[in-house]
């Protein structure tokens, strides 16, 4: 019996390190992305453009070991999975998430680790800052996001904002906080209204918004959320302009809002149909291959793995985590899909150009909001 | 403040459709049914499917009634597939733990629970999907010269691997003239229009639904002979029994009626809120189970009360603590508001507004 027992911890044990087994000699990146949950999308979207990234990088002879871990879109998983790549599958690199939240507790763990870390699309201003050297992001931060929302708000003239805010986000926060600053120094008055994520009754976040009769409302979240609450809000916000954050990049929106007379603006990295004929071109073989139009996060996710191979092949050793940080931090003028990438800058965080979506039955590119100097 | 007050009586009676069927389980057999909140999401699922595939929309009938037949199809669907599903899972989850005791039970409806959330994220995946706009169907030769604003085509293509896509476009912009046989030739020979249906509108028929079908449930209990049975059941499982009352019969029956009227809930409450998800059910059979136990558990009436309560309290408390009290970000901490006057009024009055005090069998 007790021979039995052994034979089988012994083949169990031997099962686990085979699993976690692989090649000594490769480059392995670890990826952690919200594949299901409330912003499922992105996962999907960013996954898409690491594909295409890959295997153009594959085609140039630069192989890498991508791992992906679903997040599941809350943060609490998002440092588990950091936790096991770094740990069961010893990454070189690691690559994600989208919701700022998550990025936060996947930058505590990567930089107690010393792994890299490169955040293709989480814009709240403190997280490279608190998370050192080694954490970076290809994305502008709130700080602009929040003074491109504020600002094109007040060049329609619109004076008097309330702010949705989704409370148990820091992105959500953070971004508000950020349009506050902006939108008060163009002289507008603004006030706050809060609701937390996975809430799904908004009846009464929305009757508090629209006692305040604001001229703009500006949505602070994420799509899930969000469209639900522009779906319930039809009749009472009627004839507001409504102003959202790169949060509400999602193609799942327009089915969320349903059918709307509102008017829906929204700030983002990317828009596939931008004039751009660099970007028109990409945004065509990314249609060919995965059958729909991408949104900014598939931008991201293919500049992400694109920014971390250049820095890689600048490296001596590009297994050594140092160096490799140091690499990606040396990224200067890198030509993205979604814009001019440069690591050199203060926090890691690139400066580059905005985009103004308008929400007509899906996103349509609007204008561009130039960097800023 | 009348507005919080509508908008927490509206929530309110979805809480109290759900209570029912956790008071009645509970006031059988003594098992809190935690799986109850999902016998309502899957029945959410049902009337989303009976309204996104069946097509009753589509039947040739005059203006309003295609919609109201397609909803209410949906709403039988689900309240007869959330019954039948609730009967189901007695037969195989509950029945064999029933003499295991009250925790051995407690635990299989918790583990119940899960599994059916985690069967619905494998059928249908997890992320969110927004309920179908009812659509009224429009004879492309019957359509205006120049079109509105929330005119849409289906249109159905096959891609080269022989996959079938189904997606859905505005006709053209808003304003422009509309080329029949050209939206015909393009394979866009379907069209329709988005309704959305009035807030007001799910309110009323949730209120409605819930002051029509408590006397029923009431009558049920009281008035019919499987009712009497159910009473007897509740009194003394063994002595029943030994009357000759068919146990399993009595108790697969309860499990019905409380799902049945899960199932409603859960679509009106889809319908209400826009959207359908695995984890719909986890939140309100939470909060449905805080107000049967306000109620008082095994009342019906306090299910009723009880839930009506719970969302006036979420409603209106946060409403005071912000307007009156200058609290912001009270709408925030509704929910903790809410449990915390739970734990409040359970120090009060722990056997809830209509439960009995508990007897003691010597």
Redesign the interface.
């Known amino acids: 019996m007790h021979a039995l027992k052994s034979a089988l911890i012994a083949l169990l044990l031997l099962m686990l390190t085979a699993c976690s087994g692989g090649q000594k000699d490769e480059f392995r990146v670890g990826v952690i992305l919200p594949m299901?949950?409330?912003t499922?999308?992105y996962g999907e979207e960013s996954w898409n453009g690491i594909q295409m990234a890959l295997d153009e990088l594959k085609a140039e002879g630069f192989d890498c070991v991508l791992t992906l871990r679903d997040d599941?879109s809350l943060k609490t998983d998002a440092g588990n999975q950091a936790k096991y790549l770094i740990e069961n599958e010893g990454v070189h690199a690691l690559l994600g998430s989208v919701q700022s939240s998550n990025t936060e507790q996947i930058a505590l763990v990567a930089k107690e680790a010393g792994v890299p870390l490169i955040t293709p699309a989480s814009t709240n201003d403190t997280l490279t800052k608190n998370g050192g050297p080694l954490v970076s992001r290809i994305c502008f931060d709130d700080k602009f996001q929040g003074a491109v929302l504020a600002n094109f708000a007040a060049d329609q003239g619109w004076k008097r904002a309330v702010a949705v805010v989704d409370?148990?986000q820091v992105y959500s926060t953070g971004l508000a906080g950020n349009i506050k600053t902006a939108f008060a120094g163009r002289g507008g008055s603004f006030r706050?209204?809060?609701?937390?994520t996975?809430d799904?009754?908004f009846?009464?976040?929305i009757?508090?918004v629209a006692n305040e009769k604001p001229d703009v409302i500006f949505l602070c979240g994420y799509y899930?959320e969000g469209?639900?609450m522009i779906?319930?809000a039809?009749?009472r916000w009627a004839g507001i302009p409504l102003v959202a954050g790169d949060g509400f990049d999602s193609p799942?929106l327009g089915?969320?809002v349903?059918?709307t007379?509102a008017q829906i603006f929204l700030s983002s990295h990317f828009a596939g149909d931008a004039p751009d004929p660099k970007v028109q071109a990409w945004a065509k073989r990314y249609k060919e291959r995965f059958?729909k139009m991408p949104g900014a996060m598939a931008g991201l996710g293919y500049d992400v793995l694109k920014v971390l191979a250049d820095a890689a092949k600048r490296c001596k050793d590009r297994k050594d985590r140092a160096e490799l940080g140091r690499a990606i931090a040396a990224t200067a003028d890198y030509p993205g899909i979604t814009g001019r990438i440069s690591l050199t800058t203060p926090d890691r965080t690139p400066i580059k150009d905005a985009v103004i979506m308008k929400v007509d039955?899906g996103l349509k590119y609007y204008a561009t909001v130039p960097a800023r100097n | 403040m009348l507005d919080y007050l509508l908008n927490g009586l509206g929530l309110g009676a979805i809480f109290a459709f759900i209570a029912l069927g956790y008071t009645m389980v509970y006031g059988i057999i003594k098992l809190i049914n935690f799986a109850h909140g999902e016998f309502f999401m899957v029945g959410g699922f049902l009337g989303f499917f009976a309204l996104r595939d069946l097509g009753i929309e589509r039947l040739p009938l005059p203006a309003p009634l295609p919609i109201l037949l397609a909803y209410f199809c949906a709403l039988t669907v689900a309240a007869l597939g959330s019954g039948l599903l609730a009967v189901v899972t007695e037969r195989i989850a509950y029945r064999p733990v029933r003499r295991a005791g009250r925790i051995a039970a407690l635990i299989t409806a918790v583990c119940v629970s899960l599994i059916l959330q985690n069967l619905a994220i494998k059928a249908w995946g997890a992320d969110p999907k927004a309920y179908p706009d009812p659509k009224v169907w429009v004879d492309v030769d019957d359509l205006p010269a120049r079109a509105e604003s929330n005119l849409y085509a289906r249109r159905v293509a096959t891609t080269s691997t022989g996959e079938r896509v189904e997606s859905e476009e505005r006709v053209v912009v808003e304003g422009e003239a509309i080329d029949r046989l050209r939206l015909k030739s393009e394979g866009r020979g379907e069209v329709y229009r988005k309704v959305t249906i009035p807030r007001e509108t799910t309110r009323g028929f949730v209120i409605l639904a819930l002051v029509l079908w408590t006397p029923v449930l009431w009558f049920l209990v009281m008035r019919t002979r499987m009712g009497k049975a159910m009473r007897a059941v509740s009194e003394d499982l063994d002595a029943a029994r030994l009357m000759g009352i068919p146990i399993d019969r009595v108790v697969a029956y309860t499990f019905f009626l409380g799902a049945f009227v899960a199932g409603v809930g859960g679509v009106a409450y889809c319908v209400t809120y826009g959207k359908i998800e695995p984890f719909t059910g986890f939140v309100p059979g939470l909060k449905a189970f805080i107000a049967a136990v306000i109620g008082g558990i095994g009342s019906i009436p306090g299910a009723l009360v009880g839930g009506l309560l719970l969302g006036i309290a979420e409603s209106v408390v946060p409403y005071m603590l912000r307007d009156w009290a200058g609290w912001r970000a009270a709408f925030a901490w509704k929910d903790a508001i809410a449990f915390a006057l739970l734990i409040l009024f359970l120090l009060v009055r722990p056997t809830g507004l209509f439960g009995r005090p508990l007897r003691v069998k010597v």
Do not use: F, M, P, S
Not at chain 1, 192 to 196: C, P, S
């Open positions: 299901t949950g409330q499922a999308t599941k409370k148990a706050e209204e809060y609701y937390v996975q799904t009754d009846a009464n976040t009757q508090n899930a469209g639900l779906r319930q039809k009749e799942k089915e969320l349903g059918e007379n059958g039955a």
